[in-house]
């Protein structure tokens, strides 16, 4: 008896510190809670600083002058951008009026007005090419538009956190995270994504501080910071200038690495339309033409737009006090850029 009450107490003892070594389930949620809200502090304290009202007042004469440069050298598609920058700092600017008054009315729409497809759309130049050269490209335009409908990208970084949409108006969201990330994004961007990003949403509604910028093959994409409780719309310059409204997707982020997944509905279309000569996206080779930027013009381009998403009332208060618009320039304000066009025809995916 002694002998088989021996045996049994080890078994009762290894139960027993089993149970009590169990996790309380509310433990475990009030832990995640506290790891959320550390890495969410730790994402908008470490957000990019904010633009210096000198530096951003440089830039903007920067643009203005480039602007004018531009057009007189009929890159209506390069000025138009730099004016777009320039109204969202002075949105009734003098100065950039009249060259937006100079531009084409399809690239006057361009620069005051959003699309509703977003970053989505791209901002290539149309471009008049022979029936040969559109027949060249139909076949890798096709592949091009293939290769747009889907996003991967791993995210290196402390991060934590889920999310899930179908189109960014049905989706459920915890997640933050400073984060490197490489992959394919949309409008054939093999490149890297810095981000930092503190996010909750269900369905459209939901809170968000978040600051990226995205380089690599395709163009530059510009995420100010958005931070506040806002209902989530195409117009919402988060998805203007950085991520795609109408799209589908998830994203996981565990402690240091996580992955990101999409699928671009607007991509699909643009596919199946490709098919019969029409694209609503804007990026066919056969019909359009890269817009080119230095690094100096991108660098200026980057920070008043990131001034203009950043700055809050309060600051741009301050900026336009110290700062009036500036109308007239002297030629030493804009010292001579670089070739804004590389020589022969650029074909780069854009």
């Known amino acids: 008896m002694e002998s088989g009450k021996f045996y049994k107490s080890p078994k009762s003892c290894f139960k027993f510190n089993m149970k009590a070594n169990k996790m309380n389930p509310k433990k475990i949620q009030a832990y995640f809670i506290i790891i959320i809200f550390f890495y969410l502090t730790t994402s908008i304290l470490n957000c990019a600083s904010v633009p210096a009202y000198k530096d951003v007042n440089t830039s903007v004469k920067y643009l203005l002058n480039d602007a004018e440069r531009l057009i007189e050298g009929k890159k209506y598609g390069e000025a138009s951008e730099s004016l777009r920058a320039v109204f969202r700092i002075y949105p009734e600017n003098e100065k950039a009026e009249l060259l937006w008054e100079q531009l084409p009315d399809i690239w006057q729409k361009r620069t005051k007005y959003d699309n509703a497809l977003g970053q989505g759309f791209s901002k290539r130049s149309p471009e008049e090419n022979s029936f040969w050269e559109k027949l060249a490209w139909y076949i890798p335009d096709r592949i091009l538009d293939l290769l747009d409908i889907y996003s991967i990208n791993v995210m290196i970084g402390p991060q934590i956190g889920a999310s899930a949409w179908y189109t960014r108006a049905v989706q459920v969201t915890l997640y933050a995270g ?28 939901g809170g968000s501080a978040i600051h990226g910028r995205r380089i690599g093959t395709g163009r530059r994409a510009y995420a100010g910071i958005w931070d506040g409780f806002f209902v989530h719309m ?117």
């Open 178 to 205: 400073k984060t490197v990330s490489a992959g394919w994004s949309q409008k054939r961007n093999l490149g890297i994504t810095e981000e930092s990003s503190a996010e909750y949403a269900f369905l459209g509604f």
């Open 234 to 350: 195409p117009s919402n310059p988060l998805y203007v200038n950085y991520r795609d409204y109408w799209s589908t997707g998830a994203k996981l982020g565990v402690v240091l690495i996580g992955a990101e997944l999409e699928c671009h509905y607007a991509e699909v279309a643009d596919f199946l339309a490709g098919f019969f000569l029409v694209d609503f996206m804007g990026d066919d080779f056969a019909t359009t033409g890269s817009i080119y930027f230095n690094r100096e013009q991108e660098d200026h381009l980057y920070r008043v737009i990131n001034a203009a998403d950043r700055y809050n009332e309060k600051q741009m208060d301050e900026f336009h006090t110290t700062f009036p618009a500036p109308f007239r320039m002297n030629e030493t304000d804009n010292p001579d850029p670089q070739p804004i066009t590389p020589k022969g025809k650029n074909r780069k995916p854009n």
